[in-house]
């Protein structure tokens, strides 16, 4: 027997005032809007009627942060794994764009020669590779049930596009997976393939700062 489906929920809106890309950076917490998107997404898992029987988050604070809501809810403990973390990006606590970003300085040019790979941080396939694993591993974890993992918006992302066929490299402002969304997954002849996405906070995502992550 295995899980029923797999749920990848995104963590919430970060604390960010610098508005740096914080990657695996350590101390970054889940704003006050963020916490109550992460309860958005429990509370459609609650609605959603779903038996979920374990639940795994990322090492980073903003993902354990954002499995509580689900932890409550559901009365599991957090299980940490390394494997659905954020990639390390060379980026990490700068700013971006805008007066001394990194987009603008020189020195960070080399970083930025393949988006293909990307040059800046971990390869695609290396993400696609990892998650997947986790995945596999989250579907043959219980008997039955459901298995909800918590992560970050490009491993998510990765998972999509391996499972649509679609190339890896990708414009990162087209990504679908916003803010404690939930992209659900089955299996059917034991491979794993998309069957679900929502947005259980969309309504609080016009204010909400998500220029952090990788």
């Known amino acids: 027997m295995v899980a029923s489906q797999v749920h990848l929920v995104r963590h919430g809106e970060v604390f960010n005032p610098e508005r740096v890309l914080y990657g695996r950076l350590p101390g970054f917490r889940l704003s006050d809007l963020g916490t109550r ?9 609650v609605e959603r009627g779903r038996p979920v029987v374990r639940l795994v988050a990322s090492p980073l604070q903003r993902t354990q942060e954002s499995a509580a809501p689900i932890m409550a809810a559901f009365g599991l403990p957090i299980n940490l794994d390394e494997r659905i973390i ?6 990490e606590g700068r700013r971006m764009r805008g007066p001394g970003g990194a987009l603008r300085d020189p020195r960070t040019w080399p970083s930025l020669i393949n988006p293909a790979r990307p ?14 694993a ?16 918590v992560s970050h918006q490009l491993p998510i992302w990765m998972v999509h596009r391996t499972l649509a ?14 803010l404690s969304s939930i992209t659900t997954l089955s299996l059917r002849d034991n491979v794993p393939v998309e ?16 220029v952090g992550a990788v």
């Open 37 to 45: 998107m992460a309860e958005a997404a429990a509370a459609d898992l």
């Open 86 to 91: 954020e990639p390390a990006n060379r980026f």
């Open 119 to 132: 040059s800046w941080g971990e390869p695609f396939a290396s993400i696609s590779s990892r998650m997947l």
């Open 134 to 149: 986790a995945i596999d591993d989250a579907f043959h974890s219980v008997d039955d049930g459901d298995v909800v993992l």
């Open 165 to 178: 066929h679609e190339r890896l490299a990708h414009d990162p402002r087209k990504r679908r997976c916003d």
């Open 195 to 210: 069957v679900g996405y929502a947005s259980p906070a969309a309504a609080l995502l016009v204010p909400a700062n998500d």
